[in-house]
């Protein structure tokens, strides 16, 4: 083809469907064949050719190809099985004529173009791809919305029935949105004719909206916690898949590879007498004489043509009665979802509740075989297995290392899991092992560390192919030190955490026993433990392969059974909105890390030392001799056989006890020596924790400390942190506080604490509807002296602080189930007197009695509460014939709703605060969050603007997904470290 040249495309399948249902029914006389599509469509593309060579249509074509539909098995079922399922059978009456019509379009002298695999959609855009790159210009001749993704300059459309061109303009005026937009546009409203699942609610007017606002699509689902209708933005949060399988779905191919180039698609001249020779013996004789007229033809001279063709069925081989011909019935309107639950009795097996029951069901079917495990070691069978992975759009990946801290983990190779049973290992570092414990030198035979990285990288960061991966945050960080980002994945830990939060620990081996019926391959049986462990790398290839590529196969058997169960379960929110966007965001805070001062540590860990030496001789007068204060027997024998103190029991083992509590409660009635050993265990903790082990954990190439976030170890969603653990460091003690001092800003930097203030309180009052707590809140009074004064009938004004802190003991004590003991203890005062303070709250407070009864009741019944946000925490004990065990989970289940819904709104925070920063051109970088509170390093100059900016997104992160009756309040401030930011 050339610059001046012109191709009309015919939709054929369109074709099929407008000519069958806009005509009554026709049948031949001869012998009553169904002739009533067959006839409106050679009117129809008898009509266009006259219009297109009269210019009627506007252009003159040179080149023009009918597409038709080959089958319904198409590349897209392989992606999505249910594509199309809802396709009704094709009526009994159109099946015969699948195949006349194409013998109608050869008769037209017209190529007619199909391929097994493909849709004609494709074709047509194949086709016209084609042409725009030879200059030409295309014009497709349909109204289908599918096919406006290809409007441009030089690609425009025709509707033949209302006689008018579709350009750009009409698209936009149609849909709201640009050509460019419109796969964007179907991936969010769906098409329930070819059933692609979309996002429940959304409708083309919608859609247009969103994708004005923000842009596209990915923007969109990247920034949807912004959209303020409720509704809107929790379906697109909770469909996002969806909307990102639809895009794949409704993506027309450019590459379908075609026998007949554009060239072979020139328009020819009508051969007339092969035409009515067609025309003749289907018996349309008004369009015969047309036909005649127009070619100068005597049709009387010619004889029909033999057409052999049974009716009821069809010359044309594959898959005819599929329905792949019929271009679908009318476009409904709906929910798909809820079709499908108030559907059929076949539409009920796509429910999420029995897809779940029927995944968990398949998976403990599917035995697995570690020896069938497949080792790579070849750069072109890798790409294979890449390329394979790019093709289904989904994967299993997992890493092996050197080390478990992925900040200074090197590679020794990967997996990869494309489907049950078939997973594979990539060695890359492994070494001969079999001369020392050390191991020799690298083995050959394995692919080049760089090369293997280059061909993973495209596919680890492209955001179509989906990666499956136990615990992401750690292979993430693997793979940042290779300069590949991570986009796009699952992880199968954070499905069985917000599934069983509280129920069962969330690690692969013990997920795969519960699920699969499966023991996985341990680490210390391939690479050993203790004296004998070689380290990874020296494990042999072959037992390398067993271990690593089950880990691939297992995490996606389990990803099979637990994705499903979120939706089963109602959970999907919770893991698409609050745990697995804020893996990213942890993964770049532990990246990012965090400055200590290594000089002021050291002088720390000196003073630590000299206090509690001088403890030391304190308690040694005090016991009257000397003894090993870090000896819990011998401390034991002390305090309850030598000073025969009150309150002793001894332990299983005979021993007494010296826990915290205990000393604790000797201490809180007010005997010095218990007192004096709790004092020395918290310096000498704070020493060997912090001051003489943080200095280890510097990184020699950062400079800083590296901590890492634990996501699933808490049952509410609290992070912990660990190696080193920096959420324990006190902050009410002058040493605590010192250490906190060691963490400093770089040159140039500062540091920003952003505190929530009382967040678990105004939590409470949120949920419990406590009417006075609401106000109090709101018209930013003193909570705890407002408390004190409603409790204590007590004026605000000139309060005595000891007032004050009584109030504040019970507030903060309520939420945790504290009892009369505890807070007699707390404020050594005697039991009655704290039991009558508890009294006395429930009674100016009512409401927050019932809300612990009413939480009590319903984690009795259901065996799990929730959070305000959905997330539910499972106490398994909680109807324990054990009291004191059914106790102790009363308390926990009174206490997770808040404390949960706590961690909750603070993991939204962080996870909206870095696009924040980003869009504001701000330079801050969160670094370290510990419980309440985020830490960020920012320039000197920009600590105004952060901070306002900050404290906007801490304040506001529960919306628009939720509007509290209570507001958030941050506390925040910059300096050089830590403690005086705080």
Aim: proline share 5%.
């Amino acid at each position: 083809m050339h610059k001046n040249d012109h191709l009309f495309l015919v939709d054929g399948s369109s074709y099929i469907f407008r000519a069958y249902h806009a005509l009554p029914p026709l049948t031949r006389k001869k012998d009553g064949l169904p002739v009533g599509a067959l006839a409106g469509f050679c009117n129809m593309l008898w009509k266009l050719l006259c219009d297109a060579r009269d210019t009627a249509v506007g252009v003159v074509p040179t080149h023009f190809a009918v597409i038709f539909d080959y089958s319904s098995e198409t590349f897209r079922k392989k992606i999505y099985p249910e594509y199309k399922a809802n396709r009704p059978t094709p009526p009994e009456d159109l099946i015969p004529q699948f195949s006349l019509i194409r013998q109608a379009t050869r008769a037209f002298n017209l190529p007619c173009i199909e391929k097994e695999g493909y849709e004609a959609d494709d074709i047509i855009a194949t086709y016209a791809s084609a042409a725009t790159r030879s200059g030409a210009k295309t014009t497709i001749i349909s109204s289908d919305k599918d096919l406006m993704q290809l409007v441009n300059q030089q690609v425009g459309m025709y509707d033949g029935m209302k006689d008018r061109p579709i350009g750009i303009k009409e698209v936009i005026e149609k849909w709201g949105v640009p050509p460019e937009k419109m796969i964007d546009l179907q991936s969010l409203t769906g098409d329930s004719t070819d059933n692609v699942p979309g996002v429940p609610g959304i409708g083309p007017k919608t859609a247009a909206q969103l994708l004005d606002e923000f842009g596209d699509l990915d923007t969109l689902l990247a920034h949807a916690g912004d959209i303020k209708q409720q509704k809107r933005r929790e379906n697109i949060i909770e469909f996002a898949d969806q909307a990102r399988l639809a895009r794949q779905l409704v993506t027309l191919k450019t590459d379908v590879p075609l026998e007949i180039g554009l060239d072979g698609l020139l328009l020819e001249p009508t051969d007339g007498p092969r035409l009515i020779g067609f025309l003749k013996a289907m018996e349309f004789n008004s369009l015969t004489r047309r036909v005649a007229e127009a070619t100068n033809c005597d049709a009387a001279l010619i004889e029909p043509v033999n057409l052999d063709v049974e009716w009821g069925k069809s010359a044309h081989g594959p898959d005819l009665e599929s329905g792949s011909d019929v271009g679908g019935a009318p476009e409904a309107s709906g929910n798909l979802e809820q079709e499908q639950k108030s559907g059929s009795d076949g539409a009920q097996e796509n429910t999420p509740q029995l897809l779940a029951e029927k995944r968990k069901k398949e998976a403990l079917t599917e035995k697995i075989d570690t020896t069938a495990y497949h080792t790579i070691t070849d750069e072109a069978e890798l790409k294979q297995w890449l390329d394979r992975a790019l093709e289904q759009g989904f994967f299993a990946f997992d890493t092996e290392t050197t080390s478990l801290d992925p900040m200074q983990a090197e590679l020794v190779g990967f997996s990869i899991g494309l489907n049950a049973g078939e997973a594979a290992y990539v060695p890359l570092n492994h070494v001969d092992g079999s001369n020392d414990l050390l191991g020799g030198g690298r083995l050959k035979g394995q692919i080049d560390t760089q090369k293997a990285v280059a061909l993973l990288k495209p596919v680890l960061e492209n955001p179509a192919i989906l990666k499956i991966a136990q615990n992401m945050k750690y292979d993430w960080l693997v793979m940042r030190q290779y300069q590949v980002t991570i986009r796009s994945f699952d992880d199968t830990m954070l499905l069985s955490y917000v599934l069983d939060a509280g129920t069962l620990t969330h690690g692969m081996d013990a997920l795969s026993e519960r699920w699969l019926g499966h023991k996985p391959i341990t680490f210390k049986e391939v690479a050993g433990s203790g004296k004998t462990a070689t380290g990874f790398a020296a494990v042999d290839l072959k037992r390398a392969t067993q271990y690593a590529a089950e880990d691939a196969d297992v995490t996606l058997r389990l990803w099979r059974v637990l994705k499903p169960q979120i939706v089963a379960r109602g959970v999907t929110r919770v893991y698409e909105r609050l745990e697995r966007p804020l893996v990213t965001v942890l993964a770049r805070m532990e990246e990012r890390g965090v400055l200590v001062d290594r000089q002021l540590l050291s002088r720390l860990s000196g003073e630590l030392a000299q206090s509690a030496a001088a403890l030391e001789d304190e308690i040694y007068q005090l016991a009257g001799e000397k003894f090993n204060i870090g000896s819990p027997k011998q401390l034991g024998e002390i305090l309850f056989g030598k000073m025969g103190l009150p309150g002793g029991s001894k332990t299983k083992t005979g021993q007494w006890s010296t826990s915290a509590q205990v000393l604790e409660d000797l201490a809180a009635e007010g005997h010095e020596l218990p007192r004096k050993i709790v004092d020395w265990r918290q310096l000498t903790k704070l020493k060997s924790t912090y001051t003489d082990a943080l200095p280890n954990y510097i990184l020699p190439d950062t400079g800083r400390v590296h901590t890492n976030y634990s996501m699933a170890a808490t049952s509410t969603g609290r992070l912990a942190s660990s190696d080193p653990n920096l959420q324990n460091i006190p902050v009410r003690t002058t040493e605590g506080r010192k250490i906190r001092a060691a963490f400093i800003a770089g040159p140039g930097n500062l540091l920003l604490s952003a505190d929530y203030s009382q967040i678990e309180l105004r939590v409470l009052a949120h949920v419990a509807d406590i009417k006075a707590l609401k106000k109090a809140f709101a018209d930013g009074l003193d909570i705890h002296a407002m408390t004190a004064s409603e409790m204590f009938g007590v004026p605000i004004e000139g309060m005595p602080p000891e007032v004050r802190r009584r109030a504040k003991a019970i507030n903060f004590g309520i939420i945790y189930g504290i009892s009369a003991f505890g807070l007699a203890n707390q404020l050594s005062i005697p039991r009655e007197e704290a039991a009558q303070y508890i009294r006395t709250y429930f009674e100016r407070f009512p409401g927050i009695k019932d809300y612990m009864e009413k939480t009590k009741a319903y984690a009795h019944e259901h065996g799990f509460v929730e959070t305000i946000f959905g997330r539910r925490i499972h106490y398994p004990e909680i109807n324990s014939k054990n009291a004191q065990m059914r106790a102790f989970n009363e308390r926990a289940a009174i206490n997770a709703p808040i404390q949960g819904a706590a961690a909750d709104i603070i993991r939204r925070a962080m996870i909206k605060m870095d696009d924040a920063l980003k869009e504001a051109g701000l330079s801050a970088k969160m670094l370290l969050q510990v419980h309440d509170e985020l830490i960020f390093e920012l320039p000197e100059n920009e600590v105004e603007k952060t901070t306002a900016l900050v404290k906007d997104v801490m304040e506001n992160a529960t919306m628009p997904a939720l509007s509290l009756t209570v507001p958030l309040k941050v506390d925040a401030r910059a300096a050089k470290n830590w403690d005086e930011a705080h």
